[in-house]
């Protein structure tokens, strides 16, 4: 018998739980679920973290990682993967076999390396695995512009960093400008050396938990529609600007973006009168 799968794309995500619901795991639930997606999340490391700093993060045993991943593919028709935070080069190995075992899924990767607050998030021998060996495999990177420098090592302009990073094998990157100073926003998506997209938002003021978790997230979505990298990216800007925008202070540090905004933009629905049945 064929099996019936529901329209609903799955997207595999890697990615570290924050218990303060700000990053990681939760935003790329949340972020999926607003583009339409199913979640499917592999939790690589757990932090202790809230919105003002990390304290500490640990590592998920990389058997249960590969396990867990084995589990969600051999079940869903995954139809695309998402990498935040990885950790630990060991973990880096079970994602690299996963990407290398579906060459045909398009892969974001959001370099996570260190927390909003300042903290490493990575061991330091990550970095060059990272550049060397998943970047060459990803679809679309989105880096701020610290991340982009910290990969690309020492170079002469923002420009020359993402050429650096191209000439290794990635198929775009998006660099995000939320770290710069500036009154502006402005995120650069660049494909086969050519800038395809250059879009500036008026910075909200304030500062914001998990803004590259909601970006990343979201284009991982789109993708998974079938949307090429360009119309993935757009979407996925207008949404993560939506999100901050009406982002709410839960916490005595960072707001956090509301991935869900939409639920309380939506009219509700009235409630249905009860029937009463009478025999």
Not at 198 to 221: L, P, Q
Request: aromatic residues 6%; hydrophobic residues 40%.
């Amino acid at each position: 018998m064929t099996q019936h799968f529901d329209h609903k794309p799955v997207v595999l995500c890697f990615s570290g739980l924050d218990p303060s619901g700000g990053a990681g795991i939760q935003a790329d639930i949340e972020s999926l679920i607003s583009t339409g997606c199913h979640p499917a999340s592999i939790v690589t490391c757990v932090t202790a973290q809230n919105t003002q700093t990390v304290h500490s993060w640990q590592p998920i045993a990389p058997g249960m990682i590969a396990q867990q991943a084995r589990m969600v593919l051999q079940d869903m028709p995954v139809a695309a993967i998402k990498i935040g935070m990885i950790g630990t080069i060991e973990v880096l190995e079970i994602i690299l076999q996963v990407i290398s075992d579906n060459p045909e899924l398009p892969v974001v990767v959001d370099p996570v390396l260190r927390s909003g607050s300042g903290q490493d998030l990575v061991q330091m021998e990550l970095h060059n695995a990272i550049r060397e060996e998943l970047i060459p495999r990803s679809t679309v990177i989105t880096p701020n512009s610290v991340e982009l420098k910290t990969l690309a090592g020492t170079v002469p302009s923002l420009e020359d960093a993402v050429f650096r990073l191209l000439g290794l094998g990635c198929q775009s990157i998006c660099v995000t400008g939320g770290h710069l100073d500036s009154p502006k926003i402005r995120n650069r998506l660049w494909e086969m050396y050519d800038l395809v997209y250059d879009r500036s938002w008026n910075k909200i003021e304030g500062e914001f938990h998990g803004t590259g978790c909601t970006f990343a997230s979201a284009v991982a979505g789109n993708l998974a529609h079938g949307m090429s990298t360009l119309q993935a990216v757009t979407k996925a800007d207008e949404f993560t600007w939506q999100a901050v925008s009406k982002a709410f202070n839960l916490g005595q540090g960072q707001a956090i973006p509301n991935r869900t905004h939409w639920l309380s933009d939506s009219p509700r629905r009235p409630l249905a009168k009860k029937s009463i049945l009478t025999h």
